[in-house]
């Protein structure tokens, strides 16, 4: 690790910013691999993952903060890197979406075995196999029920202020082994979630108000998990490390001045919401497909969902992103209800919007399974507007307004979707906190129309407060 300030790119950068190479200094932590063996030359732990104190994909019944999670089998260093795994919200444990495909473990020399890890760690390899796998390498094998119960003894101790520290530890009495083998059965990721086993939902839940009161911000942490495997053990939880979510960091520029609930009026703003997904700014957008509501109907619907993927595929082959407008649910079976879409119609878009029916119908958000999945994973935005008359808020779509674009050619012929352009990228920006989203005009910044006057009408409630 030391060495990496040596190389020609790094020197290269120290002399450009007039540092030496010689002062450079770098901490070393070493920490203990969480994990154990669980069958002769495979170690690692049984399951591990990423909590969030905030989730910027909340399910109709969840809110941003009750957090979130993803998770795992064996070591978490997938889901760290954003390949498949289970996520589900910590204020509802029962409904999951994704599920891991593949898992990675420490392939340790089989003559070795774990208790001589530290003489044969240049010999271990990362592997990686299909989830298929960890039944038989025995990963998810725990022994069912709980564990005994031992007294808490105090271990008082000062810190180096001074102040008093209590530790607590379980007493463990002595017992004799029991030479029979434990009765191990198989637990299924998602039981691990639910809490079928042990309470993982509710330690998740714990560390991370531990960690973001203790840092004053919202935190995310890594874990990993060891099932137990004998009648007196414990489960074990161990929080590898613990961060600022890198998505709130005040001096990152795709989240500067993000925190919003001031919404404007259709002379700024194209879409303003109350109900948006995802957190940041979403660039590089300047195409526009939208229905217009007068276009849309149950026997119109399927000719939509063709023609918008006639669009979505011309895009997707220009290498574009896009944002998409229409009312009513996208990807509905109900054709009454939305347009029934599949999600390769769509994947070119970056921004879904979804307003009221023409019929003024109320319509829950598409947050299935299979689209709120597709949503969280590419990190897509989506908005929910509910512009129907009398409903409460500023919530609005200026159809208006994208009437007036010009239109982009088509190759054949478009009956009831239009599709357009601006010169000028859109300006796309999603409160993943406040869940207000807004879509801004050509000419209407964001930090002049919102972020300012936001801030002013802080300022003023706070000092009405006083």
Known sequence: VYASVFPL??????????LQVTDEKMAVIIQEIAGREHAPGVFGPSLAGVANAIDFYPRPNTTTDDGCASMTVGFGASVVDGHSAVNWSLGDPTVTTGKPSDFMVLHL??????????????DTTLAKYPVEKAHEMGLLKTVPGAAPVHPLVELQTRDAHGQKVVFTRRTHPATKPDPSPPALSELGIEQAVRGDALPLNQALSFFLQLGSTALACPVELEFAVNLRKQPHENHELSIL??????QLISDSKSTKALRFTYLPSTQQAAVTSRAALGHGRFTGITDIVYVPPDAFSAETSEQIAAEIGQINSALRRSGKKYLLVGPGR???ADKSRGIPVSWSQIDSSQMIVESSLPSHQAVPPSQGAHFFQNIMSFGLGY?????????EGEEAVDYAWLDTLDKVPSDKPLKYVKHVRVEEE???VCDGLSRRGVIMKPGKDFDTYIAQI?????ITAESGSL
């Open 383 to 391: 908005m929910t507007v509910d512009d129907r008359k009398g409903s």
């Open 9 to 18: 790119e790094a020197r290269r950068y120290a002399e450009a910013s007039r």
């Open 454 to 458: 936001d801030a002013m009408m802080a």
């Open 426 to 428: 859109l300006e796309v």
């Open 241 to 246: 490390q613990i961060r600022p979510m890198p």
């Open 330 to 332: 996208w990807g509905t």
């Open 109 to 122: 020399p089989s003559e070795a075995g774990v208790s001589a890890m530290g003489s044969i760690l240049a």
